[in-house]
């Protein structure tokens, strides 16, 4: 007899082995970009920013020739409305000081790391008596307004919030890369599978920008069906169960189309198939078919269920073996039932709540020794690494 043997830690496996749900879902035609809105007189988001108040050099340190000396005058050239004598409260080189690029290049970090400024250099020029170091910063500029364009009327307010853009605060790139990606996601969880975000940035002046959050919504999607290719030994409420219960009443015939949320409910399909005994089952990348308008899809996944599991012998390692009887008791379930993932869990539970009650101590996990000519898995009970104290 072939019989094929296997350690593998039954509850930490069955839901990442035997399913391929993790790859990426099929989705519609990739869309260009969204237009860029006519300019009009109320929306400022729009046209080439205003020249700088200077040309910052981008090197942490510059100079016309080799800088070798004593620093005779450090000076701060801010565009902005902080307070140069706080910025020079922060540097470590004075004047007096030796010039050191490693201690400047320290300045430059420790002024980046503020999160104040979108630009820090330093310029080196000769002076009498060493050389100026002049410290050129350029503030991040604040929102002066916020605008969301493009949206349904009814999801303003929504996207609004779902952004998190305010005038007044502190403008930065990766918070507006952050609200992008926000609406986008709550556009598709609100039925729009193929909106499109972008933003656009104009700078109004030296210190302020205003920022536009341009929507292409596109049309809502509705679920038309969800077929499962293959499937033959559960049935669909079955499978419909699972997937409502993964949280979610997205994915469902009739309801709204949510790619985000489909690989996760396909894990709550593989885990149906598990409870059923299937523990070999496959689920192949989703495929979605779309309505010639797009606003209709069917969620095609195939399966391939495999064999119906049973539970073979079930034992005790040691020190469990010694109350092995009043172990099996609790259970509940035998040699010869179907195998159900959830019902080893919950007999798993039962387990570690009755050793602590004797005074065991370790966590309890089943080892697993599948057969596949007999299509039975036994389990092995088994006390993990640590201080067992006698029952």
């Known amino acids: 007899m072939n019989r094929l043997r296997s350690r593998t830690l039954l509850v930490l496996s069955l839901l990442a082995s035997s399913c391929t749900p993790g790859a990426p879902v099929a989705q519609s035609p990739s869309h260009p970009p969204p237009s860029v809105p006519d300019v009009d007189a109320a929306t400022r988001c729009f046209g080439d920013p205003p020249a700088s108040l200077f040309a910052p050099q981008r090197l942490p340190l510059r100079a016309d020739a080799p800088v070798d000396g004593v620093v005779s005058d450090v000076q701060v050239r801010l565009a902005g409305q902080l307070d140069p004598s706080i910025v020079r409260g922060l540097l470590s080189i004075r004047a007096g000081d030796p010039v050191d690029p490693e201690r400047v290049r320290a300045d430059v970090r420790r002024l980046f790391a ?10 080196a020029t000769p002076s009498p008596g060493g050389w100026t170091l002049t410290y050129m910063l350029q503030e991040r500029p604040i929102v002066r307004r916020a ?6 009327p009814p999801l303003q307010s929504d996207l609004e919030a779902a952004a998190g853009q305010h005038a007044g605060d502190l403008f930065a790139p990766a918070s507006l890369h952050r609200a992008v990606d926000a609406m986008r996601r709550r556009l598709v969880e609100l039925g729009y599978a193929h909106a ?3 933003s656009f940035v104009r700078r109004t002046d030296a210190r302020t920008a205003d920022i536009c959050l341009w929507v292409e919504a596109g049309p809502a999607v509705r679920v038309q069906s969800v077929v499962f290719e293959g499937r033959a030994k559960l049935d669909e409420d079955q499978l419909e169960t699972a997937l409502r219960n993964a949280g979610s009443e997205a994915n469902l015939p009739g309801g709204m189309l949510d790619p985000s949320v489909l690989e996760v409910q ?15 089952v496959r ?3 989703p495929e979605l078919r779309y309505s010639e308008d797009q606003t209709r899809v069917a969620i095609h996944v195939s399966v391939q269920e495999g064999d119906v599991f ?25 040699q010869g039932d179907v195998f159900s993932r959830s019902k080893v869990m919950a007999a798993i539970e039962r387990l570690q709540s009755l050793r602590l009650a004797e ?9 697993t020794v599948i057969d596949p000519e007999k299509r039975t898995i036994d389990l092995t009970f088994q006390v993990s690494e640590g201080k067992t104290s006698a029952p």
């Open 114 to 123: 503020l999160g104040n400024f979108e630009d820090v250099s330093v310029q």
């Open 147 to 152: 605008w969301v364009r493009g949206a349904p």
């Open 196 to 198: 499109k975000v972008d």
């Open 266 to 280: 396909l894990l709550h399909a593989t885990a149906a198939y598990y409870d059923a005994g299937m523990v070999n």
């Open 283 to 285: 689920l192949g990348e």
């Open 310 to 334: 049973r539970v073979g012998k079930v034992t005790f390692a040691v020190p469990m073996n010694a109350n092995a009887a009043r172990y099996g008791a609790v259970l509940g379930f035998g």
């Open 359 to 367: 005074g065991g101590a370790g966590s309890i996990e089943p080892v």
